[in-house]
């Protein structure tokens, strides 16, 4: 398992941009698929990206495409979630998610969670 801890969650206005970072912890960051999930207030979570252990490889929630980037800086044990064209319906707690499996390659299975960062899209 890794440790994560999520950051870059505010308050701010429906077109605007917000840039998520999780920094993790542990050896295995490198052989692990990475993700954001975000949860709305009486919604379930729902899976926003992935990014793939090795050459970048990314997915996304078809809400977001286009306007989200994952990525990740595996010298620095960090992925990020770069938010542009924010709507009101990007408001919830977004959560980063490190995958169960070493080397795995198809949807990502979270083993590991931080604790959520808060974004809030003002209409």
């Known amino acids: 398992q890794v440790q994560l801890v999520e950051s870059g969650g505010g308050l701010v206005q429906a077109g605007d941009s917000l840039r998520l970072s999780c920094a993790a912890s542990?050896?295995?960051?490198?052989?692990?698929?990475m993700g954001w999930f975000r949860q709305a207030p009486g919604k379930e979570r729902e899976f926003v990206a992935r990014v793939s252990w090795t050459v970048g490889v990314t997915t996304y929630a078809d809400s977001v495409k286009g306007r989200f980037t994952i990525s990740r800086d595996n010298a620095k044990n960090a992925v990020y979630l770069q938010m542009d064209s924010l709507k009101p319906e990007d408001t919830a707690i977004y959560y980063c998610?490190?995958?169960?499996?070493?080397?795995?390659?198809?949807?990502?299975?979270?083993?590991?969670w931080g604790q959520g960062t808060q974004v809030t899209v003002s209409s």
């Open positions: 542990g050896r295995l960051f490198s052989s692990l698929a």
């Open positions: 998610a490190a995958d169960a499996v070493q080397y795995s390659t198809v949807a990502l299975q979270p083993g590991s």
